[in-house]
C-alpha cells in the first residue's frame, strides 16, 4: 500500500508545473529523480547524476521504493524550486544545453549547476567571464591531420581568438575575429568526445580549426568564454539589443552536414562525392569532413529573391552515380546534387527550403554582393 501511495503521490508532482520535463535538458516525461536535489530528470541526466553521488541520490519514480520523507522533499521542491535556487545568477550568455547536445555539454552544465554552484556564486564564473582567457588546446594540423598542443588567447579587449604555433612565439598564427567567430561541439565528427570545431572568415571565406582538450570542463569554458565575448561584442554593435535578440546569435550549430555528389557550373563535368555543411546561408563543401578551408560556398538566399529549391535533376543530367537529385536554383545559376538516400534527400530539401522560407535580413544582403561561388 505504501509503495502505491507514494507512486501515486510522484505521480501527481510530474504533472506540476516544470516538472513536467527534465530538470536539465529539457527531455519530455522525465521518469527518474534526483532525491537528494528535489528534480524530476530524463534517464540520461540521471547517468550523469549518479557520477556525482556526493551531490545527488538517483531514483526511479516507477521502479524504485520511496519513503514518505523523500516524496515530501520532492513535493517541497520540484525543478521550478530547483532551476530558482542554482541557476539563479547564470549569465545570459552560458549555453544551456538540451537533449539534442552532446554528453559533455550536458554533463558540464549539471556539474557546474549543482556541483559547484556556478550560478549561486558568480565568482566561479571567472574562468570565462572575465573577457580574457588563455592556455593551450590539442589543435588538429591542417595538413597531417596530427593534433599538437598550441597556446591560445582570447581577449574581448582586442576583439579577437588567436593561436600561436610555439610558446615563445611573438606572432600569432592566426588572428580570428569575434565579430565573425563560431565554436561548436562535433564529437563525432572530430573523433573525441570533446572536439570543437571553431571557424571564422578569412578574406569572406570560411577557415575551420579542430581543437579538444582532455578536460571536459576547459573545453566547456572555453565554448562559453567565446559566446561571453560575442556577447559583449553584439552589445556594443547592436545598442538596443535585448538578451533574448542576441543569445540565439553566440554560436550555432550546423543545420545539417552529410555527403552528397556535385557537378561543376558547366554541368557537364562528372560528379564529385563531397562533404556539405550547411551553416546559416552559406551552404559550404569540402573534399574532407576535417578540411581547414572549404572547396567553394554558395549563398542560399529567400524564395522573395528567386531562390528556391526543386527535387530532381534536369532530364539531361549525366554522370551522378546517386540517384536521388536536388537543384537548387539561384538568381546566377542553378547548382546540381545528388543524394545517396531518399531519406538523405529528404533531409537536405526540408533544410534548404527552412533557409529559403526565411526572408533575407539587411545584413545578409552585404554578404550576398561580395560572396564568392567557387565552382
Avoid at 513535493?75 to 547564470?90: F, P, R
Avoid at 572555453?222 to 553584439?234: C, D, K, P, S
Wanted: aromatic share 12%.
Amino acid at each position: 500500500m505504501a509503495k502505491e501511495r507514494s507512486r501515486k503521490a510522484l505521480g501527481e508532482l510530474l504533472q506540476r508545473p516544470g516538472n513536467a520535463a527534465c530538470a536539465d535538458c529539457t527531455a519530455p516525461d522525465p521518469d527518474w529523480a534526483s532525491h537528494s536535489l528535489g528534480i524530476f530528470i530524463c534517464l540520461n541526466c540521471s547517468g550523469i547524476h549518479r557520477n556525482i553521488p556526493q551531490v545527488s541520490k538517483v531514483k526511479s519514480v516507477r521502479l524504485d521504493d520511496w519513503d514518505d520523507a523523500q516524496v515530501e522533499f520532492m513535493a517541497a521542491n520540484g525543478n521550478n524550486v530547483a532551476k530558482a535556487k542554482y541557476e539563479s545568477k547564470m549569465p545570459p550568455f552560458y549555453y544551456k544545453p538540451t537533449f539534442l547536445d552532446c554528453q559533455l555539454l550536458r554533463e558540464q552544465w549539471i556539474r557546474a549547476k549543482y556541483e559547484r554552484k556556478e550560478f549561486i556564486h558568480s565568482e566561479k564564473q571567472e574562468p570565462y567571464s572575465a573577457g580574457y582567457r588563455e592556455g593551450f588546446l590539442w589543435k588538429r594540423g591542417r595538413d597531417n591531420g596530427q593534433f599538437l598542443s598550441r597556446k591560445f588567447v582570447l581577449s574581448e579587449r582586442e576583439g579577437a581568438l588567436k593561436y600561436f604555433n610555439k610558446n615563445d612565439a611573438k606572432e600569432p598564427k592566426a588572428i580570428m575575429k569575434i565579430e565573425h567567430l563560431n565554436a561548436t561541439f562535433q564529437p563525432a565528427k572530430i573523433g573525441n568526445p570533446h572536439g570543437l570545431q571553431i571557424t571564422y572568415l578569412k578574406d569572406n571565406s570560411t577557415r575551420n580549426i579542430f581543437v579538444y582538450h582532455e578536460d571536459g570542463k576547459e573545453i566547456v569554458d572555453w565554448f562559453n568564454a567565446i559566446r561571453a565575448a560575442r556577447f559583449h561584442y553584439l552589445q556594443v554593435a547592436f545598442p538596443g539589443a535585448s538578451d533574448a535578440d542576441l543569445v540565439p546569435k553566440l554560436s550555432r550549430n550546423y543545420l545539417k552536414e552529410g555527403y552528397m555528389e556535385k557537378t561543376g557550373p558547366k554541368q557537364t563535368e562528372g560528379f564529385k562525392k563531397r562533404w556539405f555543411t550547411m551553416d546559416d546561408r552559406r551552404l559550404m563543401y569540402f573534399k574532407d569532413p576535417l578540411d581547414a578551408f572549404a572547396r567553394g560556398e554558395v549563398f542560399i538566399g529567400s524564395k522573395e529573391n528567386s531562390y528556391k529549391v526543386l527535387e530532381g535533376l534536369p532530364p539531361s543530367t549525366q554522370g551522378n552515380h546517386w540517384q536521388h537529385g536536388i537543384t537548387i536554383v539561384t538568381p546566377d545559376r542553378k547548382f546540381l546534387f545528388a543524394c545517396e538516400t531518399e531519406d538523405d534527400q529528404l533531409e537536405w530539401i526540408t533544410t534548404f527550403q527552412k533557409v529559403i522560407s526565411r526572408p533575407m535580413l539587411p545584413q545578409e544582403y552585404a554578404v550576398e554582393a561580395h560572396f564568392k561561388h567557387k565552382p
